[in-house]
């Protein structure tokens, strides 16, 4: 097949679809069904046990195989083969990421990924401490600068902030919050490596370093490796592993995370989480997002091009799998990195950009500024917004994390208010906090 006529990776969930909506009527009648589609992209269908015993059930699936089949070319499994019957579904799905098929109550997608990132997974809001994850699609975004300023601010107003790298394919948060003399001896991917080996717990109070800068409150700094790195690359190669006990119980790197961070809130006993992750759309990303209990995800983001496409993927990927409204209301648009001319225009057309984002995949379809129930949709120019950004300046003095550092122990309170004041005021308030820097 060549051109149109060429069956592609994009084209299995509409074939799917339309082949399920054939069936719809009989589908009601089995248990559940299950589209398993594979790491290289090649889909069969997997069913319940009893109905390969039963001879019209089993020839319905048998016919939908081949349909299948003859539909998705390459990416499905030769018709004699693209049926699996298993006793039960749950320990099918176990470990991959899995989502129901919308209007079809009883038929999911496996998705079998090659890492263990997964978008749609979104945990609960931590219970203790607020979690702050600062996130951008691109990275040189001043997101980590408006990071380490946010952990100065807030510990100039009295809190107790602890301050995670997990920025571990690009590491360097803690040179803006330490200097050399105070850099700890670990880091998170050593606790990561060592938990694999049960060694990690001795680890804690030797990966957690203070911060100068801390004055009335404090900075605990955690970064992603030591004072020295030692043999940094094999231990990142390690970092995403799953822990398996000897009872065969897996536990995957995301959740070991977050049993970290658990462990070290207990410990520490902070006010305040701030979760600097990587850019980009990948796994480490998907946990610090996702999946380490974060109230408030600030989205950093430039006006162009490459922003809008890369969170709309996101955006669409949260809608396509149902989980919109459970990770709407913890996002923020930051617009970071303001140029030092035309700012009211740029501000705007950061605005009108996100909106159209929100709304055409977060927002619900009821006329903006009006709520019905739990659906809801903003105005575009309401600041109190997901939409609406909260603006950051460029400042030269502070474009760079290696002079941060003796930057953040001169500044004074007015000139930090004057590049950051829309963030900060809006984590304040996010956060529940009085803010005694005003």
Known sequence: MRGADMTTFDQIEPIV???????????????????????????????????????????????????????????????????????????????????????????????????????????PVSSGAPRIAFYSIKGGVGRSTALAVTAWWLAQAGKRVLVLDLDLESPGLSSSLLPPDRQPAYGIADWLVEDLVDNANDLLLDMVATSGLSHDGEIFVVPAHGVEPGDYVAKLGRVWMPKVSFGGISENWSKRLRRLIDNLETRLAPDVILIDSRAGIDEVASSCVTDLGAGLVLLFSLEGAQTWTGYRILFQHWLKRGVAEEIRERLQIVGSMLP???????????????????????????????????????????????????????????????SLHGRLAVLEVPEVRSIFGPLLDGITCAVGMEDRNA
């Not at 009527?25 to 992209?41: A, Q, S, Y």
């Not at 929100?358 to 709520?371: I, K, Q, R, W």
């Open 340 to 402: 030092e001319t035309d700012q009211i225009e740029y501000l705007e057309g950061l605005r009108d950009h996100a909106y159209d984002l929100f709304a055409n995949a977060l927002y619900d379809s009821v006329p903006a500024g009006e709520t019905f129930g739990e659906r809801w949709h903003f105005e575009p120019t309401d600041d109190s917004a997901p939409h609406y950004p909260w603006g950051v300046k460029w400042q030269r003095g502070l474009a760079g994390l290696r």
């Open 17 to 123: 679809l339309d082949l399920l909506e054939t069936k719809r009527e009989w589908l009601k009648t089995i248990p559940w069904l299950l589209v398993n589609r594979d790491l290289n992209g090649k889909v069969r269908l997997i069913a319940p046990e009893e109905i390969s015993d039963d001879p019209v059930g089993r020839q319905e699936l048998e016919a939908m195989a081949v349909t299948l089949a003859e539909r998705l070319g390459p990416h499905s499994y030769p018709a004699d083969k693209a049926l699996l019957f298993e006793p039960d579904r749950s320990v099918v799905c176990q470990g991959a990421p899995h989502f129901r098929i919308e209007d079809h109550e009883n038929v999911w997608v496996v998705d079998r990924l090659a890492t263990e990132g997964d978008w749609a997974c979104i945990t």
